[in-house]
């Protein structure tokens, strides 16, 4: 009997396994990636400084955006409850209250490495964080609204990384082009982020967050997700053009049809289609970001 009972006693630990999950190692990638485009943006090459391109990356992927998949999880431990039960809170791998600790420790460690990377890296690092509260807490919770929800996680995966290792690596404002770029790129994430929000359908409706497939239908949803992510790439085009990048913009363009393309897939089958929309649609997405990302180097009095 005693060894029964030992064996069914909850547990007081995390799991480390469990510990990993809670952080999505797999979310990682969009934030590196933006911030590398970033950098390579500045102009400033990238062995004048290594240690503050490592320090960015592991400041915006496993830190940062870990700590906001921490945060998110421990809020909607009990929309995962109904969506992804297995998922490690609601599941009791990690038990009590160790994953709010677990994100307010890594948002102290977020801000310490932030001020490594001086006063541009340091504020959009307080930016990111709070973003990550606001985004899952109550009582601002803007993950409610199919609007300012996917628009700030966009602004936070490629606008706010792509901002800041411009202005690290150039220690100053990045230039216009820079910041047109990656505002673009963040707006266009908004429609990444709604067809993320296919997976949370059933718990979304039950909770009250509202988000474009609960409130506008998978379909509508759909469309008005391809309109959203393709829309600024079609502005990245022109202003590569205008920018005499005729190359670059090309490049983009091809990309731009493989989506097109992805995206016809993806209306036959909205809900069943989206996650194999993440990994070609979102792919030649991402890829096009790096390619507008060395078409701007050398211009706005950076290169």
């Not at 090459?45 to 998949?69: E, I, K």
């Not at 493989?258 to 897939?265: D, L, S, Y």
């Amino acid at each position: 009997m005693s060894v029964m009972t030992d064996l069914h006693k909850p547990r007081v630990y995390p799991e480390p396994r469990a510990l990993l999950t809670l952080l999505k190692p797999i979310t990682w990638f969009p934030p590196i990636w933006a911030y590398l485009c970033g950098v390579v943006s500045s102009g400033v090459p990238l062995t004048s400084a290594p240690f503050l391109v490592v320090l960015g990356m592991v400041l915006a992927g496993p830190v940062v955006c870990g700590m906001s998949q921490a945060a998110n999880d421990w809020c909607d431990r009990h929309v995962d409850a109904i969506n992804e039960p297995d998922r490690p809170i609601p599941s009791g791998a990690i038990p009590g209250r160790w994953g709010l600790w677990v994100a307010l420790a890594m948002s102290v460690l977020a801000l310490g490495m932030g001020a490594m990377l001086g006063p541009w890296g340091f504020g959009a690092t307080v930016f990111g964080v709070l973003a990550a509260w606001a985004y899952s807490a109550e009582p601002v919770r803007l993950k409610r609204s199919g609007v300012w929800g996917p628009g700030l996680v966009g602004l936070c995966y490629e606008g706010l990384p792509w901002f800041t290792g411009a202005a690290v690596l150039a220690a100053g404002a990045p230039a216009m082009e820079v910041v047109s770029i990656a505002a673009l790129y963040a707006i266009g994430a908004h429609g990444i982020m709604t067809l993320n929000d296919f997976k949370a359908l059933k718990g979304d409706r039950q909770t009250g967050v509202n988000s474009l497939p609960v409130t506008l239908g998978p379909d509508r949803a759909a469309r008005v997700a391809c309109v959203v992510m393709a829309l600024p790439q079609l502005v990245v085009i022109g202003l590569l053009i205008a920018w005499d990048r005729p190359l670059h913009a090309a490049a983009i363009a091809a990309l731009l049809l493989a989506q097109f393309w992805a995206m016809r897939v993806l209306l036959t089958d909205p809900k069943g289609r989206a996650p194999w929309y993440n990994g070609t649609g979102v792919t030649a997405y991402v890829s096009g970001m790096m390619v507008a990302a060395f078409a701007i180097r050398t211009i706005g009095g950076l290169g």
